[in-house]
């Protein structure tokens, strides 16, 4: 598994679109931190653009990176090698890629240019989320290739799962608040952010920026609830589960695929 | 025998690539697997390696239950038909990655000279012709002391002279005792090569056996006549039973 995870990571690394990505990470890190009045209001900014390029990036690089290396793959499992160890190999190798992307491309401004002591925790929860929704959306990536030959039927998927994440569950989800407006939906309103790794990660740096007095009634309930050890461990928990379903899925259908 | 099948089964859905190929492959021979595209040559390759899963049948390697265990194909050198590999890596770099997958000792470097790649060590593969790359290949499916060689259209890409160097290559290692399997377009080769040849038609074995059997079987000069002769014996049977 080591040595798959060694050449994927050195693969991807050396690759132009991991250049483009990190650099887009150091410019807008850069200039959110530099001309924001305060560490808050820059992580703030920064926190739209992680959630919603972190799993786009995700998605789409693997979903290229997998697809360019099928015939690859079908030397590699011609070697004496576990299925399972090819399979994780490439997971780990690109999650350690598109991390090491993430930390350079926001780390780096923030050690040069931050230098409030409140931006250290506000950032470091802004990367947690950002390694949370690599982990979930290049698993997802890795997925889709492995079920679909046709490789425009899986960019399609991962677009269309992006969409939704990004846009459309939020949109259903607001309709579904509005339409229920007459019953209590506190716990409504707590299943629907967890269920969806966008939103679970939104609310959690929100949370830790103190900005969760600005969504009101729901921020106060996500504020009681997440703010707990509880509502923490369960947060973390989902966070998990959305990693550990679709690899544990990879894996039952990798060891019976056709190659 | 180093290789057998037993009744190899194989559908995609309601599309039935093999039908019950019974199959066996003994040491120090060059088997050829012809047969039309879509007649089931790669699929039947792909399931001695473990890549493919036969929906029923049975599959040894060295004595080894080759549908399920992984370990077997530490017998076999495998050269996949299309060859591809991870762009920003050097031909150095996935040399050493398959050696250490392998746990093997290998021995790149007669075949590097051979085939002239010496110069494109330390180049990218996204910059390497198809032909160097198809080179490439070659060299990482022979560099390893196997028992067993699979070739997927070895010659494809390759220039006259490489492709001369490649059949020199493959009877030398005949005479090391090795088993060779390979699937070729290019009938010529086949009929140079082979000891043996599997012509595969819609999923079932047509004929198999030694090179100059199936030629006197069809009265035929040269291989090319022979196999055209397996075609129109299949398709007057199909006809008769229409």
């Given at each position: 598994?080591?040595?798959?995870?060694?050449?994927?990571?050195?693969d991807?690394?050396?690759?132009k679109?991991s250049i483009?990505y990190?650099?887009?990470y150091?410019?807008?890190s850069?200039?959110?931190?530099?001309?924001?009045?305060?560490?808050?209001s820059?992580?703030?900014g920064l926190m739209?653009i992680?959630?919603f390029?972190?799993p786009?990036?995700?998605?789409?690089l693997?979903?290229i990176?997998?697809?360019?290396?099928?015939?690859?793959?079908?030397?590699?499992?011609?070697q004496p090698?576990?299925?399972?160890?090819?399979?994780?190999?490439?997971?780990?190798g690109?999650i350690?890629a598109?991390?090491?992307?993430?930390l350079?491309?926001i780390g780096?401004?923030a050690?040069?240019i931050?230098n409030?002591?409140t931006?250290?925790?506000?950032?470091?929860?802004?990367i947690?989320?950002g390694?949370?929704?690599t982990l979930?959306?290049?698993?997802?990536a890795?997925?889709?290739?492995?079920l679909?030959e046709n490789?425009?039927?899986?960019f399609?998927y991962a677009i269309?799962?992006?969409?939704f994440?990004?846009?459309?569950?939020?949109?259903?989800?607001?309709?579904?608040?509005?339409?229920?407006n007459?019953y209590?939906l506190e716990?409504?309103?707590?299943?629907?952010?967890?269920l969806?790794?966008?939103d679970?990660c939104?609310?959690?740096i929100?949370?830790?920026l103190?900005?969760?007095?600005l969504?009101?009634?729901?921020?106060?309930?996500?504020?009681?609830y997440?703010?707990s050890?509880f509502?923490?461990?369960?947060?973390?928990?989902?966070?998990?589960v959305?990693?550990a379903?679709?690899?544990a899925?990879l894996?039952?259908?990798?060891?019976?695929?056709d190659? | 025998?180093?290789i057998?099948?037993?009744?190899?089964k194989?559908?995609?859905g309601?599309?039935?690539?093999?039908?019950?190929v019974?199959?066996?492959?003994s040491?120090?021979?060059?088997?050829?697997?012809l047969?039309?595209?879509?007649s089931?040559?790669?699929?039947?390759?792909k399931?001695i390696?473990?890549l493919?899963?036969?929906?029923s049948?049975a599959?040894?390697?060295?004595g080894k239950?080759?549908?399920?265990?992984?370990?077997?194909?530490?017998?076999?050198?495998y050269?996949?038909?299309?060859?591809?590999?991870?762009e920003?890596?050097t031909v150095?770099?996935?040399?050493?990655l398959?050696t250490?997958?392998?746990?093997?000792p290998?021995?790149?470097d007669p075949?590097?000279?051979?085939?002239?790649i010496?110069?494109?060590?330390?180049?990218?593969?996204?910059?390497?012709?198809g032909?160097t790359?198809q080179k490439?290949?070659?060299a990482?499916?022979?560099?390893f002391?196997?028992k067993?060689?699979?070739l997927d259209?070895?010659?494809s890409g390759?220039?006259?002279?490489n492709?001369?160097?490649?059949?020199?290559?493959?009877l030398d290692l005949?005479?090391?005792g090795?088993?060779?399997?390979?699937?070729?377009?290019?009938?010529?080769?086949?009929e140079?090569?082979?000891?043996?040849?599997?012509f595969?038609?819609e999923?079932?074995?047509?004929y198999?056996g030694?090179?100059e059997?199936?030629m006197?079987m069809t009265?035929?000069e040269?291989?090319e006549?022979?196999i055209?002769?397996?075609?129109?014996?299949?398709?007057?049977?199909e006809?008769?039973?229409v």
């Amino acid at each position: 598994m080591f040595n798959v995870f060694k050449y994927v990571l050195f693969d991807l690394l050396r690759s132009k679109w991991s250049i483009v990505y990190t650099l887009f990470y150091v410019l807008s890190s850069s200039a959110l931190l530099y001309f924001a009045n305060s560490s808050t209001s820059a992580v703030a900014g920064l926190m739209n653009i992680v959630l919603f390029i972190t799993p786009l990036v995700s998605l789409l690089l693997g979903v290229i990176y997998f697809y360019q290396n099928r015939d690859f793959a079908e030397l590699l499992l011609a070697q004496p090698i576990r299925r399972t160890q090819y399979f994780l190999g490439n997971y780990l190798g690109l999650i350690t890629a598109l991390i090491a992307n993430l930390l350079v491309g926001i780390g780096l401004p923030a050690l040069l240019i931050s230098n409030e002591t409140t931006a250290f925790t506000e950032l470091s929860i802004l990367i947690l989320s950002g390694v949370l929704l690599t982990l979930i959306f290049s698993a997802l990536a890795l997925l889709i290739t492995l079920l679909n030959e046709n490789r425009i039927k899986g960019f399609g998927y991962a677009i269309i799962i992006w969409l939704f994440f990004a846009v459309i569950y939020d949109g259903l989800f607001l309709m579904l608040l509005l339409y229920f407006n007459d019953y209590p939906l506190e716990t409504f309103a707590l299943v629907g952010v967890i269920l969806n790794p966008m939103d679970l990660c939104r609310v959690l740096i929100l949370l830790q920026l103190d900005l969760s007095a600005l969504m009101g009634f729901t921020g106060a309930v996500f504020q009681q609830y997440f703010g707990s050890t509880f509502g923490f461990v369960t947060a973390l928990t989902s966070g998990l589960v959305w990693v550990a379903l679709p690899l544990a899925f990879l894996i039952k259908k990798g060891n019976t695929k056709d190659f | 025998m180093v290789i057998e099948l037993s009744n190899i089964k194989k559908d995609f859905g309601k599309h039935k690539v093999l039908k019950g190929v019974d199959l066996s492959f003994s040491e120090g021979k060059i088997y050829s697997i012809l047969g039309p595209n879509g007649s089931g040559k790669t699929t039947l390759m792909k399931s001695i390696l473990g890549l493919v899963k036969p929906s029923s049948g049975a599959i040894t390697v060295c004595g080894k239950d080759a549908i399920n265990d992984f370990k077997q194909r530490e017998f076999i050198g495998y050269a996949p038909q299309i060859a591809r590999f991870p762009e920003n890596l050097t031909v150095n770099e996935v040399i050493k990655l398959v050696t250490s997958i392998r746990k093997q000792p290998s021995n790149p470097d007669p075949l590097i000279q051979l085939f002239e790649i010496d110069s494109f060590r330390t180049q990218r593969l996204k910059n390497l012709s198809g032909g160097t790359r198809q080179k490439v290949n070659l060299a990482l499916s022979l560099m390893f002391d196997s028992k067993i060689y699979i070739l997927d259209e070895p010659t494809s890409g390759l220039d006259p002279i490489n492709r001369i160097r490649l059949k020199e290559l493959l009877l030398d290692l005949k005479q090391q005792g090795k088993t060779i399997l390979v699937t070729t377009h290019i009938l010529h080769l086949a009929e140079q090569i082979s000891d043996e040849l599997i012509f595969l038609l819609e999923g079932k074995i047509k004929y198999s056996g030694p090179t100059e059997e199936l030629m006197s079987m069809t009265s035929s000069e040269n291989l090319e006549q022979a196999i055209a002769k397996l075609i129109q014996q299949q398709t007057e049977k199909e006809q008769a039973h229409v």
